[in-house]
């Protein structure tokens, strides 16, 4: 099959990628001039240069495809330099969207969030309006709403070793964050992280299956953790005991108001928000159903943290 990527530069893009090429796909992905250095690891990619928002570069991209992967996104948004969850998630994903329909592509996979929704935060509510326009476009599409991605990264950091550089290594006991004044709930919210490999597969083992058109998936590891085990999980990857104390989140969401427009401040008031919600999921048998063997999120596996 010819597949499109957008968002192919990035931790989960590269995965995407060397999965496609795995499974014997032709493989187009559209870059950013200056970009295309990052993929020089990467044989056998059809590489395109230009702006998602010029058709030109679109068309040089998606002409003879019959599948498109929208992963463009980002975690974080500094709006004074024109990076916001608007531009990216929405209305990058809505011009594409129209653009396959014009060249009625079969197939359109989509990567979302869990726990997207319209009345959320930034980062949500604009992955769900994406969702929602790809609903009503016509096309034949798959959306994936993975939670927590852990991973080796390549050229950038994923959640784990962000983790590890911005509160693990430090020499301060690491904030088991609780809402309000419950210290009781300190630490409890849970996630369910998921190998960026194995999302990379579900990406790839959705293509042009029938069975698959028209759903979305939520996706998450084979179990689910709460914040404090998830700390010691990672602290015993790194060979080290951590202490942990509870932490309320309101200081530092002041804090926050004031800091999180600048890159060095470690968190914004959203990924608080979103931390505090949690992001399990209940996945039944999708591995089995697609055929995955899901990588554990355990010591072994997070072995790449060690690296630095």
Not at 103 to 128: C, P, R
Not at 239 to 247: D, H, S, T, V
């Amino acid at each position: 099959m010819k597949v499109a990527v957008f968002g192919s530069t990035g931790f989960v893009g590269k995965y995407i990628l060397k999965s496609l090429l795995n499974h014997k796909h032709e493989v187009h992905t559209l870059v950013r001039n200056g970009s295309e250095n990052k993929l020089k690891d990467i044989d056998n990619i059809n590489i395109s240069t230009g702006d998602v928002t010029n058709n030109t570069s679109l068309d040089q991209t998606m002409m003879n495809c019959s599948t498109v992967i929208y992963n463009i996104g980002i975690i974080r948004q500094f709006p004074s330099k024109g990076i916001t969850y608007e531009k990216l998630h929405y209305q990058y994903a809505k011009k594409i969207i129209d653009r396959a329909v014009y060249y009625k592509i079969k197939h359109f996979i989509l990567m979302s969030a869990n726990g997207v929704k319209l009345d959320g935060t930034g980062y949500q509510s604009t992955k769900f309006k994406a969702e929602e326009y790809l609903k009503k476009s016509g096309l034949n599409y798959t959306i994936f709403r993975p939670s927590l991605i852990f991973g080796k990264p390549t050229n950038d950091q994923e959640f784990c070793s962000q983790l590890r550089d911005t509160m693990l290594k430090l020499p301060i006991p690491a904030p088991l964050f609780f809402p309000g004044m419950n210290i009781f709930e300190a630490g409890k919210f849970k996630m369910s992280p998921i190998h960026v490999e194995n999302v990379a597969d579900f990406f790839v083992k959705c293509i042009q299956n029938e069975k698959h058109f028209n759903m979305t998936y939520n996706l998450g590891g084979s179990q689910s953790y709460n914040w404090k085990k998830i700390i010691h999980i990672i602290s015993s990857a790194l060979n080290k005991r951590k202490l942990m104390i509870p932490a309320p989140v309101l200081p530092i969401k002041i804090v926050a108001f004031f800091l999180d427009r600048f890159k060095l401040f470690p968190i914004t008031r959203d990924q608080l928000t979103m931390l505090l919600e949690g992001n399990s999921c209940d996945i039944g048998n999708l591995f089995l159903d697609f055929d995955i063997t899901p990588i554990e999120f355990n010591k072994k596996n997070l072995s790449y943290l060690r690296n630095k």
